[in-house]
């Protein structure tokens, strides 16, 4: 099975993601794509020896020149780890269920457009929440929107940071991904 990751920024779901899959004898990660061509991500996937595609918003929203590359490439299921762009229409229908995200809190609560990064962590702290957690959802056409697949969470202890919160959720999203992945990819034919 063909692995295929969007990524606009660093990228360390991304590198577990690589990681986890070099070695496995059932899926690769075959191509990971950027819309931002100084994302650390692209550095990471180099270093991996798997080739990258940067795209720009006329690319993406305007032709389906993203949607052939992956149809060539005979990708499987489309990873979005880090990736901040709405995903177009052409894309959702070309890849129905098989596109998913990780969120760095527990949907529904704290998702939607412009709810990213240190952002989530922030309103978390605000709202007074006793627990926190990533999910991982299937994508639709809203941010942050698509049906639940995996949730991880853990208790917002008192005293504890936007540093702690943040950091106790991505080892949960480096943890749990890859192998949310892998689970998903043995119901493919
Ligand atoms: C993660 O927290 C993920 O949940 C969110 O964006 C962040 C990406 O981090 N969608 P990284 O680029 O994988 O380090």
Redesign the pocket.
């Known amino acids: 099975k063909r692995i295929a990751i969007f990524?606009?920024?660093?990228?360390?779901?991304?590198?577990k993601i690589m990681e986890h899959f070099k070695y496995s004898d059932s899926a690769e990660v075959a191509l990971v794509l950027s819309n931002n061509p100084e994302a650390y991500?692209l550095q990471r996937a180099d270093n991996f020896e798997i080739p990258t595609h940067v795209f720009d918003k006329h690319d993406f929203y305007q032709t389906d020149d993203v949607v052939n590359l992956l149809k060539r490439l005979e990708i499987d299921i489309v990873v979005?780890?880090?990736?901040l762009w709405l995903v177009p229409d052409n894309l959702l229908k070309a890849f129905p269920n098989k596109i998913i995200?990780?969120?760095?809190a527990l949907l529904p609560k704290f998702g939607g457009k412009g709810m990213?990064?240190d952002k989530v962590h922030k309103a978390v702290l605000e709202a007074g929440e006793e627990e926190h957690g990533?999910t991982i959802h299937f994508v639709n056409e809203h941010f942050d929107e698509g049906e639940v697949i995996y949730q991880a969470k853990f208790r917002v202890e008192p005293g504890d940071t936007l540093e702690i919160i943040k950091f106790n959720?991505?080892q949960l999203?480096h943890l749990h991904y890859p192998k949310v992945i892998e689970n998903l990819l043995k119901k493919y034919n």
């Open positions: 990524a606009s920024g660093s990228g360390s779901n991304a590198q991500v979005l780890a880090g990736f995200n990780i969120h760095p990213y990064g990533i959720g991505q999203e």
